[in-house]
């Protein structure tokens, strides 16, 4: 078999391991900003004789729709999952999108293991291991996904490998630190060095782009980690490509405040109190470092209700960039309509939405609140260590990065 056929796309057999990365929350200018303070060698050697290009990430700019769309190489509105969070009108309840029972496409993963490759996925959080991995058959001996967050748990019936500590020489990292995302880099390495898989995925997690932007010492630092396990994962004669999810941006106020639009209170005043369900597609169980404020909203309310009103009336709110109604933003943004409220709303770029204050835990917020979801964040990186020989394409998505990797690097 010369290809694998993944959601209508054709993926080649890699001749040597492939390696795609989603180095979550990297903003564009972390990395240059490593390379200026002489931190980043791989990364710039990478981007002047390898592949260096921006793409857009999908909307909203959040981590699960774009791990996801990363995976199966398709927006939301193929593989469903739109958020990390959505309202299932049908249960009448919000709930968690971390259940594979969501997800209606199969991973790029999934595909080349069914075709007889060896593959392999670390995610830094838990949250997303069965939606990464979903498909895959650890009894064959050529599958192996776990997290970071929850490795000393992995086994080989649920993960297709045991005693990771031991392979990988660390502890356990905590959750809300620099050390999860260089546990997956580790993993990584130790994995192409033992298991040699022919196509794996790597996810970090955006801690650090949460808490300071780019050139600080503290990003620098994290950055000049990575490029450290690029060059291991590159001298082991990996293809190795890197994007993000979402990019980052400052979203507080002088004060250091986070500068926020809290929509329910809003909605609660036009319309009367709970009314309207203000969905914030950001909720998840780690919110101490953003505090369920992002860029990105969906909004229910009752039939009958006279959208266009409430439509004018949030493009007069000062800091939204946009609002409109569900069949303009699942036609504009790829999205599930049956996952998506009535109204979308998305924030400019130094601003979040919120549903009302006293639903928002704000006491994790030891820094100026840094955040994303909305339009601002939607272009990211796209770098990888060997040039493209065949054209990309246009417009480029983060989507694209395995077909990327496996069709289009020399």
């Excluded at 998506?340 to 917020?365: A, C, F, N, Q, Y």
Aim: charged share 20%.
């Amino acid at each position: 078999m010369a290809e694998v056929t993944c959601n209508g796309r054709s993926y080649r057999l890699p001749k040597r391991p492939t390696v795609v990365i989603c180095l979550d929350g990297s903003e564009p200018g972390y990395i240059e900003a490593a390379i200026e303070a002489g931190v980043a060698p791989t990364f710039a050697r990478f981007m002047r004789e390898g592949l260096h290009t921006h793409a857009e990430s999908v909307i909203p700019s959040f981590t699960n729709p774009n791990n996801l769309s990363i995976i199966t190489g398709r927006p939301p509105a193929v593989h469903g999952i739109c958020g990390n969070f959505f309202y299932d009108p049908a249960a009448g309840a919000e709930v968690m999108m971390n259940d594979p029972v969501f997800l209606r496409a199969p991973t790029v993963l999934a595909a080349f293991h069914n075709a007889g490759a060896k593959v392999a996925m670390v995610t830094a959080k838990d949250k997303l291991r069965l939606l990464l991995s979903n498909g895959l058959d650890y009894a064959t001996g050529r599958a192996v996904a776990f997290s970071a967050e929850r490795a000393d748990q992995a086994t080989r019936a649920a993960n297709g490998i045991d005693g990771v500590l031991e392979l990988v020489g660390k502890p356990v990292p905590e959750v809300y630190s620099a050390d999860l995302s260089e546990f997956v880099f580790a993993s990584g390495v130790k994995l192409v060095e033992r298991f040699r898989p022919d196509v794996m995925y790597l996810s970090t997690t955006d801690y650090i782009q949460h808490k300071v932007g780019p050139g600080t010492a503290i990003a620098n630092s994290f950055y000049g980690m990575i490029d450290d396990y690029l060059a291991t994962l590159d001298r082991l004669g990996c293809t190795v490509l890197a994007t993000a999810d979402h990019g980052m941006n400052d979203k507080h106020l002088p004060d250091g405040s986070p500068d926020v639009i809290y929509l329910q209170t809003l909605f609660d005043e036009w319309l009367g109190k709970d009314v309207a369900r203000v969905i914030l597609p950001i909720t998840d169980p780690y919110v101490a470092h953003h505090g369920a404020l992002g860029g990105f909203a969906t909004v229910h309310v009752p039939s009958g209700t006279p959208v266009p009103e409430l439509l004018s009336r949030l493009w007069d709110v000062d800091g939204i960039e946009m609002a409109c109604a569900k069949d303009i933003a699942c036609q504009q943004f790829a999205l599930p309509p049956d996952r998506i409220g009535d109204i979308v709303v998305l924030s400019e770029k130094h601003k979040v939405l919120g549903t009302s204050p006293e639903r928002h835990d704000l006491s994790g917020l030891d820094e100026p609140l840094r955040s994303h979801g909305g339009l601002s964040e939607q272009r990211v990186p796209m770098i990888a260590n060997r040039r493209a020989s065949t054209p990309l394409p246009v417009p480029l998505r983060n989507f694209d990065a395995f077909e990327v990797a496996l069709n289009r690097l020399e």
